[in-house]
């Protein structure tokens, strides 16, 4: 009798310690979760920040960074080509930031799946965006000579378009602003519940494992 209370006392131990150890591993991988949709969403919040500043319409001297003016090149074309480098000028000082979401996005498909990446890829095609609307405004702001009224009103519909992008409009009808809080808003789904629920769950569980007496 003693001898089977010893083996079922063993197999109850033994169970105890695979289901501890079973509990320790699926929290730990709860954690690494928690901790990468924290910074996920940090990021995510920061570089939201950081584009609005970028694209802010007013600018200061210290931000057209060193454009020195070519031999061959008109007043206004150098003048165009320093007010475009503004938002280059910007976005280099926090470079490193947008690096770190872009490296992030790799992690998170990871654990997360490919699809909850998608807000991290968001941010870095609207950046891309600003960026190219400022290559484009660097050639287009100084033309003003056009053969036709067409040509003036095509030439028109292109800056407007590029300017759109360039300068945050602060209002409603703003495109990119409107993709980057959607695409935030979105990682905010993804990430809250594992910030605040998966994270307290896991805890739970921990607390309740029943302790092997030694």
Known sequence: MIEVITQISAIVALWVAIYGIDSWRREHIGRKRADTAEEALSLMYEASDI?????????FVGEYGEIERGQSESE???????????????YNKHQELFNKL??????????FGKDSA?????????TNEVLSAANALSRLWPRDHFRTDEQWQNHRALIEKYEDKFWSMMSEEDELNNRVKAAV????????????????????????IPKLKS
């Open 51 to 59: 584009i609005e500043q970028i694209r802010h319409p007013v600018s």
């Open 76 to 90: 206004a074309q150098w003048q165009a080509r320093r007010n475009a480098n503004v938002a280059f000028v910007r």
């Open 102 to 111: 872009h490296a992030m996005r790799y992690r998170f498909m990871t654990q």
């Open 118 to 126: 998608k807000p991290l890829s968001e941010i870095r095609n609207v």
């Open 185 to 208: 808003a979105e990682m905010e789904a993804t990430c809250r519940a594992e910030i605040e629920g998966r994270g307290t769950l896991y805890s739970v569980i921990n607390k309740n």
